[in-house]
């Protein structure tokens, strides 16, 4: 039977999945998540477009999972689909455990994906059957976050997944979005306070088109691409990321008032991809 | 009434305007320039080719802004177009000052953008009036400089943007250019000298492409990404930049002669987007 | 006469040409090259697909030519084919020996490029006569690497070309690969060892397309970007290159395994720009 998805991109953006928690003999941190691949679900992305979205736990994109550097990652995966799927992290992992290899057959295959959290950095996962592009422009993706041990500066923090959505399988985008609801974020702006730092774990999916990028109005960012080095890169209004391209934006407003993002693929921010903060005085 | 631009890249390659200026009772320094739309002009871009260009000061691109870090930089922006159009600056500035929410009207509208120069960088602006392509490719945009108080080490300093220009409106480029002339610096080559730094802004503007990209020959350069780091980041003869990417790139040569630059996006350099340096011994 | 090309790309990988070494009366150290172009070779590129070839040496890179910062290089170019050819290096060097305004005739013609080896890094040469889209697709390009006169530290060095094979001449690309030949590293995996470092020279010579990326699977490598730093920049498992962009990439896999390599650009993947490293316990 088709059920249709309930997402909700307010909840998406700032919910960070931790596991359940144990400890093992050796004192390592182990954390277990369960994911759950489907991919005949139903969801109106804009009004009165329907999309056959394949999610993890649910949703597009499936739940950000975070671990500290050095934790014992489980990932319990389920594949309810009727398809083949897999688990592909980006990151450090021994080969069985890479999602590539190893199919998981639909109709109630699992598999575990075992691995030591690392590098530090913000790193995609997705479904790595082929055809490739099929499976991941129907949704099967998410965000994986490794902490360093001694934690960043406390902030604000937030998930932004840039995504495309080929709603009449051209293989050509007829939308663009942050966290899958086009134009969301404009019509539901982020609340967030002057002069408290924010910190985007930004990750670009989309897929057909060579690249995207990303424009902050009204003040420029701190950039940590991929995340892995504790130092930032770049200071700029404008990163150019390709599919996979991901990293750490920090940046603080002063003014309180409304401030876009959005793509400066100008195409992309015309059919979704942009959003609005509202900077309120703290 | 439809006039014709006349546009000289090579007075506009080291043009920089540092306003009107004047001091506040507190010791800052005010900068007050006056930038004028309009949207009726027409421009021979090409022997035999008409565009209907859109101008900041009756050129495009529009006049150089520069200023010192935490300088007052006011902008009296009047609209003598027909169209609405406003000033929208990358960097810094409270939310009322970005040139989205607040239209300016043709016929004569005025607004005054007000805000402390910063962070040091080279930086675009562009109008911001939807449908933002078409205001963008028409020619809506110019450089603003802002100057570290250390100065930066003397140089023979000069502004490049690189753009694309759709002159049958049908979403694809047809000619593409540094400084909107295709192929003009290959025709008159910009003259340097040997051992002397040479500095380049660079702004990427071009609409419709995923990226642009830029190579120079017989030599590299250090890049320094949006201009806001003293130290450079890249040594390199090969940057990729999407819309509105844009850095600080120096070099010397120490030998004479003839040096192409150019896209090596090859369709790009072989529609325009190719110079020469005419490098003379010092 | 029409030739077939025979192409190794595991000779390929690992192969540089040092040059004939002699010593000048200053103490400079002198290496001297040979290069013949050729454009009438017929290569097939993957079964039954056959492309006429335009080779340095023979072979689609050409040859892997490699120097120390500083060396005087000298490369006796002959132009054996029916047009005109010249050798265009990225890198330093006096306007005379770029390649550009001194075409090189063919059936014969000669042509001495002569300088010294710098700045250290990896640097695309390439055949720079106009249509200069065809001369690339065609296969005139090749690597060059300048050493540091500290060495870097020892490792499995190998070369990676990304290029694409236009077989049917519509300015689109049917083939993407690494070192020419679609799959031919993920049907003849690259074997490295667990715990040693790999060092990979990476250039993308794709033609056409505005972008090109590299994702590895089950770790990040170090990259430096253009090779003329010698630290890294970034430490990542995705980086994005446009045409002649180049850099270094360093890891070691700690567990053994197949792991893929591949544009994440999955079109590109899909026609042929894959591969695999066979890991194996050291
Ligand atoms: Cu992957
Ligand atoms: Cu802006
Ligand atoms: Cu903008
Ligand atoms: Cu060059
Ligand atoms: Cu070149
Ligand atoms: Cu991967
Ligand atoms: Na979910
Ligand atoms: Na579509
Ligand atoms: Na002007
Ligand atoms: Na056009
Ligand atoms: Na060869
Ligand atoms: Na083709
Ligand atoms: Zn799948
Ligand atoms: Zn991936
Ligand atoms: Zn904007
Ligand atoms: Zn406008
Ligand atoms: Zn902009
Ligand atoms: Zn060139
Ligand atoms: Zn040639
Ligand atoms: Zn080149
Ligand atoms: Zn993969």
Not at 229 to 257: H, K
């Amino acid at each position: 039977t088709v059920s249709s998805v309930e997402f909700d991109p307010d909840e998406y953006l700032r919910n960070f999945e931790y596991g359940r928690l144990s400890v093992s003999e050796t004192g390592q941190t182990i954390r277990d998540y369960t994911i759950i691949a489907e991919d005949d679900k139903i969801q109106e992305i804009s009004p009165g477009i329907f999309y056959n979205v394949w999610t993890f736990n649910g949703t597009v994109p499936g739940p950000t999972i975070r671990a500290t550097e050095g934790d014992l990652v489980r990932v319990h995966f389920i594949n309810n689909g009727s398809k083949e799927h897999t688990i592909h992290f980006h990151g450090i992992h021994p080969a069985g455990m890479d999602g590539v290899f190893e199919p998981v057959g639909g109709n109630g295959g699992q598999f575990i994906y075992e691995f030591e959290a690392g590098p530090v950095g913000v790193h995609p996962y997705h479904c790595h059957v082929m055809p490739l592009e099929e499976h991941i422009v129907h949704g099967l993706y998410g965000v994986f976050i490794v902490d360093p041990k001694e934690k960043r500066s406390p902030a604000d923090e937030m998930v932004m997944v840039l995504n495309g959505l080929d709603t009449d399988f051209d293989t050509e985008n007829n939308f663009y979005a942050v966290n899958t609801i086009p134009f969301y974020y404009q019509h539901h702006p982020i609340q967030i306070n002057t002069n408290e730092l924010i910190r985007v774990y930004v990750v670009n999916m989309v897929e057909f088109d060579p690249i995207n990028n990303l424009h902050l109005h009204g003040n420029l960012y701190k950039y940590y691409p991929t995340g892995t080095d504790l130092v930032p890169s770049f200071y700029t209004d404008m990163i150019t990321l390709s599919q996979t391209e991901r990293g750490i934006m920090e940046f603080e407003y002063e003014y309180p008032g409304k401030y876009l993002f959005h793509a400066h693929k100008v195409e992309f921010s015309e059919k979704g991809w942009v959003g609005i903060f509202l900077v309120k005085d703290n």
